[in-house]
């Protein structure tokens, strides 16, 4: 990793209750880590751009190459695009994906928009001569996305996630530039207002998603209803008659949203939007893993692979089971603890040997394998399953617990 690289970290105070006291003593702190963050020096930027990662947790158990989503105003929207994405893939309603943040430098910010005008030619937003939105598109394609290839395990499906005038080089990608990324997600949309060409965004999106000749790909633009009423009903009513015009038009390769989410503001509809993004990109209908259906078919290991495959072929890139989530029976570990219990080793042994193909650094898989094993009779194969657990696990707060399970079947 970068050397410049340091923690991104949270500040949780534990707390000490005295039953004699009313007081609450704060003694001591810990540091809970949400991600890393490294320092890139930018020719295209002409500055030094701080950039925030995280990595799946099952990063370190595989050989995987992630998709990844790019986030625009990091210091903002990386905590929430993360927390957000951690939950939707723990319930299989998408990929496992690596977040990169870009927090703005001092009064940059601006340089994002697009250059806009009203109906009668004025300026809107920050005026005209400002956007620079190619600048951060060369920055993207000749410096991040290549550093971020280098140092991760990432594969060709890439996300870029901006709001309000950070979603200029989301949009300019979009149209002119669509090999760079594969999902959009603009938040605080303007749709109404004209480019220097004369053409209104919308009129851009319309030709853009009509594009027979574009590949796979999927945007959201949303907006919070308080800003739509600012806008009028002009401006409101393109998210009606868009979609209308799109219906009979758009290239079926990409899945598009237009949306007004009731009740919120500027800002504040990121929750909603990010969320709403992620499904637009990640169909819910597509993402339909039913892994009882697997444990009780004959073959769960076939039936995984399979479904597994038609993910990936549907997104053109490897899609893997999850390994584990939280309070969450539909993954690898949990359907493994089933049919043990259910004594159908059979099943299991293929099943779990399938799984180190997915995570072959994984010692609660190995050490889940062993016990098979032992259920088995294969003793010989239960104790190297083991000793493979404990190897991994070298340096792990678990490690004792698989050097138990060896000891037990050493003797």
Same mark, same amino acid.
């Not at 809970?32 to 990063?59: A, T, W």
């Not at 690596?98 to 340089?111: D, F, H, L, Q, S």
């Given at each position: 990793?970068?050397?410049?690289?340091?923690?991104?970290?949270?500040?949780?105070?534990?707390?000490?209750?005295?039953?004699?006291?009313?007081?609450?003593?704060?003694?001591?702190?810990?540091?809970?880590?949400?991600?890393?963050k490294y320092s890139l020096k930018s020719l295209e930027l002409d500055e030094n751009r701080q950039i925030f990662i995280s990595l799946p947790e099952s990063y370190k158990h595989s050989a995987h190459h992630y998709p990844v989503i790019y986030v625009m105003d990091g210091e903002f929207l990386f905590d929430l695009t993360r927390s957000m994405v951690k939950i939707r893939a723990a319930r299989?309603?998408?990929?496992?994906?690596?977040?990169?943040?870009? $927090?703005?430098?001092?009064?940059?910010?601006?340089?994002?928009?697009?250059?806009?005008?009203?109906?009668?030619?004025?300026?809107?937003?920050?005026?005209?001569?400002?956007?620079?939105?190619?600048?951060?598109?060369?920055?993207?394609?000749?410096?991040?996305?290549?550093?971020?290839?280098?140092?991760?395990?990432?594969?060709?499906?890439?996300?870029?996630?901006?709001?309000?005038?950070?979603?200029?080089?989301?949009?300019?990608?979009?149209?002119?530039?669509?090999?760079?990324?594969?999902?959009?997600?603009?938040?605080?949309?303007?749709?109404?207002?004209?480019?220097?060409?004369?053409?209104?965004?919308?009129?851009?999106?319309?030709?853009?998603?009509?594009?027979?000749?574009?590949?796979?790909?999927?945007?959201?633009?949303?907006?919070?209803?308080?800003?739509?009423?600012?806008?009028?009903?002009?401006?409101?009513?393109?998210?009606?008659?868009?979609?209308?015009?799109?219906?009979?038009?758009?290239? $079926?390769?990409?899945?598009?949203?237009?949306?007004?989410?009731?009740?919120?503001?500027?800002?504040?509809?990121?929750?909603?939007?990010?969320?709403?993004?992620?499904?637009?990109?990640?169909?819910?209908?597509?993402?339909?893993?039913?892994?009882?259906?697997?444990?009780?078919?004959?073959? $769960?290991?076939?039936?995984?692979?399979?479904?597994?495959?038609?993910?990936?072929?549907?997104?053109?890139?490897?899609?893997?089971?999850?390994?584990?989530?939280?309070?969450?029976?539909?993954?690898?570990?949990?359907?493994?603890?089933?049919?043990?219990?259910?004594?159908?080793?059979?099943?299991?042994?293929?099943?779990?040997?399938?799984?180190?193909?997915?995570?072959?650094?994984s010692p609660a898989i190995y050490s889940q394998l062993s016990k098979a094993y032992t259920q088995a009779g294969k003793n010989s194969l239960a104790i190297s399953t083991a000793e493979k657990a404990v190897k991994l696990a070298e340096g792990s707060e678990d490690i004792n617990i698989y050097k138990s399970l060896l000891k037990t079947l050493a003797h």
């Amino acid at each position: 990793m970068h050397r410049g690289i340091r923690y991104l970290i949270i500040t949780t105070y534990l707390v000490i209750f005295n039953s004699n006291a009313t007081e609450v003593n704060l003694q001591k702190y810990e540091n809970i880590i949400s991600g890393v963050k490294y320092s890139l020096k930018s020719l295209e930027l002409d500055e030094n751009r701080q950039i925030f990662i995280s990595l799946p947790e099952s990063y370190k158990h595989s050989a995987h190459h992630y998709p990844v989503i790019y986030v625009m105003d990091g210091e903002f929207l990386f905590d929430l695009t993360r927390s957000m994405v951690k939950i939707r893939a723990a319930r299989n309603y998408m990929p496992e994906s690596i977040i990169v943040g870009i $927090p703005n430098n001092t009064g940059k910010r601006i340089e994002m928009a697009l250059e806009l005008f009203d109906d009668k030619g004025n300026p809107f937003f920050y005026g005209n001569g400002l956007g620079q939105t190619g600048k951060y598109l060369k920055f993207f394609r000749n410096e991040l996305i290549p550093q971020i290839e280098e140092k991760f395990r990432v594969n060709s499906h890439r996300t870029i996630i901006g709001m309000s005038p950070s979603f200029g080089p989301v949009l300019q990608a979009f149209w002119s530039e669509p090999d760079l990324f594969s999902g959009y997600i603009v938040l605080a949309a303007e749709i109404g207002k004209k480019l220097k060409s004369g053409k209104s965004i919308g009129e851009k999106l319309i030709d853009a998603i009509s594009d027979k000749k574009r590949s796979k790909a999927g945007i959201y633009i949303g907006i919070g209803s308080r800003d739509i009423i600012k806008r009028g009903l002009k401006e409101a009513a393109l998210y009606v008659d868009i979609p209308k015009k799109l219906k009979n038009i758009a290239n $079926p390769k990409i899945r598009y949203k237009f949306e007004i989410i009731h009740d919120e503001d500027h800002y504040g509809m990121s929750i909603p939007g990010i969320q709403h993004g992620l499904e637009t990109i990640y169909a819910r209908e597509v993402w339909d893993i039913d892994y009882r259906k697997m444990w009780n078919s004959p073959d $769960p290991a076939q039936a995984l692979s399979d479904r597994y495959q038609q993910l990936s072929d549907h997104y053109g890139f490897k899609i893997i089971p999850l390994e584990k989530s939280f309070n969450f029976i539909h993954n690898i570990m949990k359907t493994a603890e089933i049919l043990y219990r259910q004594n159908k080793i059979e099943k299991l042994i293929p099943w779990l040997q399938l799984a180190i193909e997915y995570y072959p650094y994984s010692p609660a898989i190995y050490s889940q394998l062993s016990k098979a094993y032992t259920q088995a009779g294969k003793n010989s194969l239960a104790i190297s399953t083991a000793e493979k657990a404990v190897k991994l696990a070298e340096g792990s707060e678990d490690i004792n617990i698989y050097k138990s399970l060896l000891k037990t079947l050493a003797h």
